[in-house]
């Protein structure tokens, strides 16, 4: 990736690198196989309940994490 194409995304990228040692990032959607992309708050707890998934950031403030025994 070259600075010049998009120095914003370039910024982030090298923040994240310069704090964990990885210098890139892997963007995935956010649905269940054969479920549309989650688009809601309603839709992420959804898919979090019917998931393998150990926790979920809804915003800056909420997480939600499964409780394991």
Do not use: C, W
Request: aromatic share 12%; charged share 25%; no cysteine.
């Amino acid at each position: 990736m070259k600075k010049d194409n998009n120095p914003e995304y370039y910024e982030i990228i090298k923040v994240f690198e310069n704090r964990t040692g990885v210098g890139g990032l892997l963007n995935t959607s956010f649905n269940l196989h054969g479920k549309p992309i989650v688009l809601g708050i309603e839709e992420s707890v959804y898919t979090f309940e019917n998931s393998k998934l150990d926790a979920i950031q809804l915003s800056s403030n909420f997480l939600i994490e499964r409780k394991f025994h």
